[in-house]
């Protein structure tokens, strides 16, 4: 499947047209001074495109900081007069549209908790109609790319053809490092069916603690992502939203600075013919490879009809544990991760069991 979104290329809308794009600013604007001051010393870095800060702030209880409000579009329109820097902020509904439009806010976002909601998304998508803004998606809280798509179409069916995507990560039930887990293969997918949209990354919102936010940053590079997106403030510690995951500007430098930025592609014929030849060999090994899951499924089906008239059922735990064990073992054993290893099972398995139940359960064939 391929996205037919009708969009134009980053480099005719973005601040500076160069990539990466980096937007960097405070989670929330706090104070007309906090937001200026941490504008001056972003622009100084010479590595920000755009200055981002939070007018409204969405907070999954109420009483917490729910942001400073329409005040904070005076504040961001003198940071970008002094500055030079362009503006973004979040939107999230038709009210918040224009009054950011109204107030000369350069670059509009989505956030993770409006794009899970299509009537969301559909207001701001008509709030938009005849407007001529970047608008960039995030991914919604949950790991449905499906509502990410939605949301990306209805925006860019509303006319906007300066539209991007956001990778903010996917909440998830396992504790892990990140406080929303990648699920880099989601991102991966997007891209795939929409080559031609722009993906930026936000390895604050991914972290949730700075010290995380490089590693990520090079993923992110490594992917062949657009931009950033990143959160940084004058004094993190006295930050009134996710001090944790905003940088300082000159920490943000320091780790822009430390990324091995790379290209998807290299003019470079020797390259090029190597690389060639060593994808030549991996689609030999994928032939392979599906030929083996194809057999294998062959006896599957021997097992679905042995199993069927012994009256036996399909799943057996111990023997799926003994699978999981051995394979696991042996994939160790060649350098092969386990998480992969039993995922790559997993996989085989549902299709293994998916076919032995059409065996088990087909109907017989009605005598004439």
């Known amino acids: ?26 989670c929330s604007a706090e104070t007309e001074e906090q937001l200026v001051a941490t504008a001056h010393l972003l622009a100084a870095t010479g590595k920000v495109s755009v200055l981002r800060a939070g007018i409204w702030k969405p907070r999954t209880r109420p009483g917490e900081f729910e942001g400073i409000g329409s005040i904070g579009l005076e504040w961001l329109k003198r940071a970008k007069e002094e500055t030079g820097l362009p503006t973004a902020t979040e939107v999230a509904t038709a009210k918040h549209v224009e009054e950011a439009l109204a107030a000369g806010v350069d670059i509009l976002w989505v956030g993770a908790r409006s794009t899970a909601n299509p009537f969301t998304v559909q207001e701001i998508a008509d709030a938009l109609k005849g407007v001529d803004v970047p608008v960039l998606v995030k991914n919604p809280v949950n790991p449905d790319l499906s509502l990410w798509i939605g949301a990306l179409e209805r925006i860019n069916r509303a006319g906007i053809k300066k539209l991007g995507a956001i990778h903010r990560g996917f909440s998830s039930y396992e504790k892990t490092a990140f406080r929303n887990e990648p699920m880099w293969d989601l991102a991966i997918q997007l891209k795939t069916v ?9 390895p604050s919102h991914i972290c949730g603690t700075r010290e995380l ?19 940084s403030h004058i004094d ?15 920490s943000l430098a320091e780790i822009l600075n430390n990324l091995s930025l790379r290209k998807a592609e290299s003019n470079n014929p020797v390259f090029e013919d190597k690389l060639a030849e060593l994808r030549k ?3 030999g090994l994928d032939d392979q490879i599906i030929k083996k899951v194809a057999d294998r499924m062959k006896v599957v089906e021997k097992i679905g009809e042995y199993k069927r008239d012994n009256n036996v059922t399909i799943l057996q735990v111990n023997r799926w544990e003994e699978i ?33 139940n059409q065996i088990m359960n087909a109907k017989p064939a009605v005598e004439a």
């Open 1 to 26: 499947m391929k996205l037919n979104l009708d969009i134009v290329p980053l480099s005719s809308w973005s601040a500076t047209g160069k990539e990466p794009l980096v937007i960097s600013g405070p």
């Open 194 to 202: 929409a080559p031609e949209l722009p993906i930026i990354n936000d």
């Open 213 to 231: 936010i490089p590693y990520v940053a090079q993923k992110a590079v490594d992917l062949d992502m657009q931009g950033f997106i990143i959160e």
């Open 236 to 250: 993190p510690s006295v930050a009134w939203t996710d001090a944790k995951q905003q940088v300082t500007p000159a």
């Open 281 to 283: 060999e991996i689609d």
């Open 324 to 356: 999981i064990e051995k394979r696991s073992n042996f994939a160790k054993a060649l350098n092969l991760e386990k998480d992969f290893t039993v995922k790559l099972l997993e996989l085989i398995h549902g299709e293994s069991i998916r076919k032995q």
